[in-house]
Every structure is written in C-alpha cells, then in structure tokens.
C-alpha cells in the first residue's frame, strides 16, 4: 500500500502515521548521543499552530549543530509517531531553506490576534489619561521610544504570547485589566503609578532576547541572561525619569514596581512588593499568563476529558466544555 506524503500539513493537524514534507520553523535543536553510542539531533519544529518534537537518528549536521540556526526555516521530511502519550516527528531529512525555496511566512509565525495599531493607539490613550504628570511624561517617552519592538516582539521565549505581537497583547490585557482595579480600590492604589508600571514592566524583554528574522524569540542575550528584563528595565527607568528630570521619590517607585512584580524572590523578583500597587501588578501579570496558557492549551484538550500536566501551570487541566 501507498504511503500519501503529506504537504505543508499544519503541525495542529498532524496524527500518529502521517507523512509529511514541508517548511517550518526550527525552534529548538541539540546534538545529542543515543545509548548505542550513535549521534541524532532533538529538536522541535513550529509553524503559527503550534510545535512538535522531532528527533534525526544517525545525525552529524550541519542543520541545527550551532545556535545560529535556531529561528531559521528548515524543509523537513519524515513521520509521525507517538511516544509517551505525545506525538513527535521522526524525521529523514532536514535542510534549512534557500533562496529558491517558496515558503510561506504567514503559514509558520503565530501572531497575537489583535489590531496591532488599534491596540497601539488604545495603550497611548491609556497614557494620556494619566493624573499625574510625571508618570505620564514618563510613560509617553519610553512608549514612543520602544514602540516599534513593542509593537511585534512576543512577551516569552515559550509558555505564554510567545507569538509576534505577543508583548503588545499581553500588556494592553494587563493595561484594561489595571484600568478597572485601579478604579475600584483608588483608596490604596495610585493609578497613575500602578499604570506606568503596567506599561514599563516588561519593555526591557526587547533587550532580554533574541530574535529571528521573522521575529520569533530564539535565545536569552547575554545581558538578558547576566541581567534579566527586571534589572534593565528598572535601570532604563532611573535614567529616562533623570533626563526628563522624575523626582527621584517617583522614579525610585517605578523601578520597585519592576523589580518586584515577579512577585517572591523564588518566582523571580529582585525584592518582595512592598507597596500596594506593585502588588497589584504582580497579580494581574500571573492572572494574564495563567488565562493565556489556558486559552492556549484547552482547545487540545476533549470536552470532558483532561490535559497532560502542563509545566508552566505544573497541573493538568480540565475542559469542562
């Protein structure tokens, strides 16, 4: 019997048996050494549905042996199978694409849905609302001056908006979400503050990654893993609140508000929250991730039925449809 080879078959729509040959993204990619003493490349592929774990037995190279290839579109070939309850691709040939290649972009780069302008013009509406004017002030410099990065680049390497566009949709989420906290509890919260922190909290992930061409995140930079978004953003924000000369009580605020909006040390935070508006950031940005992953892992998982443990959440979920 014939075997069908599949093209271009989205990774969302592949089964256990399929054949398939088409471009993809190489989202991750190590040479390893099987029990046997052999070498073979482990990996996993995307495409704007998802991704799936591949492995290359017999493998020496030269396609992803070096992190420069990590983000590159690759033409592969091979099969599907299942292996632990998940599927992964055993594949036969791996090449990266070359300037005759036909690829289609909009088929591999999962993007935020949203208006990226529209979104972009609410957030800067949002700003000019602000009380108090040094905040705004504040707020409008470094908007405009990350803009375009914000604009595209995902909020994370993987788990939650790790797609174009991701870091936008994330914040101005979080932005609508601060608007009405803000508002209800305005005996404790300072709104002007705890929106700039909002806004400000992850901008510095434009310096923490890595991107490819197509403007996925392929790796930590070397500032992002020695310093973390948290430190280079709370430093951007000391210098920009000295420029446009900040009283220093309010730049000293902001920079908490990004040190410490990871929440406890162990989740990441330079310092614990020690003001109300930072704890209230905390919470909004885990409600924001936690609602993402969940919206980004039910439609996988049967109604009625539950989810392998999913490592960001460390739990399986439930689709009570």
Request: glycine share 8%.
């Given at each position: 019997?014939?075997?069908t080879?599949?093209y271009?078959?989205?990774?969302?729509?592949m089964?256990a048996?399929?054949?398939?040959?088409?471009?993809?993204?190489?989202k991750?990619?190590?040479?390893?050494t099987?029990?046997?003493?052999?070498?073979?490349?482990?990996?996993?592929i995307?495409?704007?549905?998802?991704?799936?774990?591949?492995?290359?037995?017999d493998?020496t190279?030269?396609?992803?042996?070096?992190?420069?290839d990590?983000?590159?579109?690759v033409?592969?070939r091979?099969?599907?199978?299942?292996f632990?309850g998940?599927?992964?691709?055993?594949?036969?040939?791996?090449?990266?694409?070359?300037?005759?290649d036909?690829?289609?972009?909009?088929?591999?780069v999962?993007?935020?849905?949203?208006d990226?302008?529209?979104?972009?013009?609410?957030?800067?509406?949002?700003?000019?609302?602000?009380?108090?004017?040094?905040?705004?002030?504040?707020a409008?410099?470094?908007?405009?001056?990350?803009?375009d990065?914000?604009?595209?680049i995902?909020?994370?390497?993987s788990?939650h908006?790790?797609?174009?566009?991701?870091?936008?949709?994330?914040t101005a989420?979080?932005?609508?979400?601060a608007?009405?906290?803000?508002?209800?509890?305005?005996?404790?919260?300072?709104?002007s503050?705890?929106?700039?922190?909002?806004?400000?909290?992850?901008?510095?992930?434009e310096?923490?990654?890595?991107?490819?061409e197509?403007?996925?995140?392929?790796?930590?930079?070397?500032?992002?893993?020695l310093?973390?978004?948290?430190?280079m953003?709370?430093?951007e924000?000391?210098?920009?609140a000295?420029?446009?000369?900040?009283?220093e009580?309010?730049s000293?605020?902001?920079?908490?508000?990004?040190l410490?909006?990871?929440?406890?040390p162990e989740?990441?935070?330079?310092v614990?929250?020690?003001?109300?508006?930072?704890?209230m950031?905390?919470?909004?940005?885990?409600?924001?991730?936690?609602?993402e992953i969940?919206?980004?892992?039910?439609?996988?998982?049967?109604?009625?039925?539950?989810?392998?443990?999913?490592?960001?959440?460390?739990?399986?979920?439930h689709?009570?449809?």
């Amino acid at each position: 019997m014939a075997i069908t080879m599949l093209y271009y078959k989205y990774i969302e729509d592949m089964f256990a048996g399929n054949e398939i040959e088409g471009f993809y993204l190489l989202k991750d990619a190590m040479l390893k050494t099987s029990s046997n003493g052999k070498p073979f490349l482990a990996g996993s592929i995307s495409d704007k549905t998802g991704s799936i774990d591949f492995k290359v037995w017999d493998y020496t190279g030269p396609v992803g042996t070096s992190g420069s290839d990590i983000g590159s579109v690759v033409k592969v070939r091979g099969s599907i199978s299942e292996f632990k309850g998940s599927l992964q691709m055993i594949i036969t040939n791996i090449r990266l694409s070359g300037p005759g290649d036909s690829v289609d972009i909009s088929r591999l780069v999962p993007t935020a849905p949203i208006d990226s302008e529209r979104t972009l013009s609410e957030i800067a509406g949002m700003i000019d609302s602000l009380e108090d004017d040094d905040y705004r002030k504040l707020a409008q410099t470094m908007f405009e001056r990350h803009r375009d990065a914000f604009a595209k680049i995902p909020a994370a390497k993987s788990f939650h908006h790790s797609f174009v566009s991701g870091l936008l949709m994330h914040t101005a989420d979080m932005l609508r979400a601060a608007d009405f906290l803000a508002r209800l509890y305005d005996e404790v919260i300072d709104r002007s503050l705890l929106m700039t922190g909002v806004l400000l909290h992850d901008l510095a992930k434009e310096s923490e990654f890595t991107f490819s061409e197509l403007g996925v995140v392929t790796d930590y930079s070397v500032k992002g893993q020695l310093l973390g978004h948290l430190v280079m953003g709370a430093e951007e924000v000391a210098e920009t609140a000295k420029e446009l000369g900040i009283p220093e009580t309010k730049s000293v605020l902001l920079q908490h508000l990004i040190l410490s909006h990871h929440g406890e040390p162990e989740f990441g935070a330079a310092v614990r929250p020690l003001c109300a508006e930072v704890e209230m950031l905390s919470y909004i940005d885990v409600i924001d991730s936690r609602m993402e992953i969940y919206a980004e892992n039910l439609p996988d998982v049967p109604v009625g039925g539950f989810s392998q443990r999913i490592p960001p959440l460390d739990k399986k979920i439930h689709n009570h449809g």
